[in-house]
């Protein structure tokens, strides 16, 4: 099983120890896909189209389909505080994901500020430099930041009982999701703080298994019903605000991590897939591994958002579609970003990330971790 095995990677996998069940990684696959829909929407500018006439069967489907994109980072987050809440921190996992991160920032900056999307200034080189930028709304900043908590948050919760940890979830859950659900009911927070719920979250079905969550079916008809009701739901909002001209509460129970919807329906998908019998599938894995690599690639600026959906693809351009070649184009445009993306990270991952730890263990981790040690270790 899974659960059994030592994991570890940007967002819960990689560097094993043996091979592993691809339950998970096929369920990562899915949850970043539904990220990619969610910007193949958001960041396409097609948001007038949708208002401009809100009970179309385009506009619907097109609210539909990129409704999920904070739910898949619930999803993401699950799966690092499932693994991660009973395993260890290192340097040279910490070096790592920001690789990862600074090889597509300095790779794929030239290559916009020559296509003309980047601009040259030193506030933008000094955001480049920076491994984060702000901790509001950047998935990748919050992420890194979060990482470091990681040790901590694991401390917490192995040191805490089972009553309290039900508590410190009933606390937390309650404020930011039960009651910040209630329209006109403000909740500000970042994704720092909520990564670090969700992790509270993951780290009791690891650390306190129990019957219910090992029953696949209950799970996955909790997920179906969860999904459909909030892909219901959301329909209705979406006519009944666009109508209005308010485009803002169309989402309204998915918009935002916190919300009801976004939660449930991550929870419930995650002890689905979690229970789901697939054994090592060593292709579902590699593509699993790569799907970090895909935010980090398709997501990567405003700039590469302005190239990718507006210019290349231009979504807009294809809303006006006969409604089921609109639903091809989409998901075939989704797909297809997905899939390139994966394998432009594979080729990352078998050359320069091999290379690299090839000298790096080699050479340097005995001097890493005595100096982390130093760090990390009281007088």
Not at 6 to 11: I, K
Not at 229 to 256: K, Q, R
Request: charged share 15%; glycine share 6%.
């Amino acid at each position: 099983m899974a659960n059994e095995q030592t994991v570890s990677s940007h967002l819960g996998g990689a560097n094993l120890k043996k091979p592993r069940s691809s339950n998970l990684e096929l369920y990562r696959i899915v949850c970043m896909l539904m990220i990619v829909a969610h910007h193949y929407v958001i960041n396409s500018g097609v948001g007038k189209a949708l208002l401009a006439d809100p009970s179309s069967a385009n506009s619907i489907f097109m609210a539909l389909f990129g409704a999920w994109g904070k739910t898949g980072i619930n999803c993401f987050l699950m799966i690092t505080g499932y693994y991660m809440c009973t395993s260890k921190i290192t340097f040279r996992k910490f070096i790592k994901l920001l690789g990862q991160i600074y090889l597509y920032k300095f790779l794929l900056y030239p290559l916009l500020l020559v296509a003309g999307y980047e601009s040259l200034s030193i506030q933008r080189i000094t955001t480049l430099i920076m491994p984060f930028w702000g901790f509001n709304n950047d998935f990748v900043s919050c992420f890194i930041v979060f990482w470091l908590f990681i040790p901590f948050l694991t401390k917490l919760v192995q040191s805490i009982n089972k009553r309290e940890h039900e508590l410190l979830l009933l606390l937390t859950l309650g404020s930011y999701t039960l009651l910040g659900t209630i329209p006109t009911f403000q909740v500000v927070y970042n994704y720092i703080t909520w990564f670090c719920i969700i992790f509270i979250v993951a780290s009791y079905i690891r650390l306190y298994p129990r019957k219910l969550f090992e029953n696949k079916t209950v799970w996955g008809w909790i997920t179906v019903a969860s999904v459909l009701l909030s892909l219901l739901v959301t329909a209705f909002m979406h006519i009944h605000f666009c109508s209005l001209g308010n485009m803002a509460f169309s989402h309204y129970f998915l918009c935002d991590c916190n919300k009801f919807f976004a939660v449930v329906v991550a929870v419930s998908s995650f002890l689905w897939f979690k229970n789901i019998k697939i054994k090592y599938n060593k292709v579902i894995n590699a593509i699993g591994a790569g799907t970090f690599g895909v935010l980090l690639i398709h997501a990567n600026s405003p700039a590469m958002r302005t190239w990718l959906w507006k210019n290349t693809i231009d979504v807009v351009g294809h809303y006006s579609l006969p409604f089921g070649e609109l639903v091809l184009f989409s998901l075939g445009v989704v797909l297809a970003v997905f899939t390139v993306c994966n394998l432009i990270d594979q080729l990352r991952i078998y050359t320069i990330e091999k290379w690299f730890f090839d000298w790096y263990d080699q050479k340097m981790t005995i001097k890493a971790d005595r100096i982390i040690s130093r760090i990390t270790t009281s007088e």
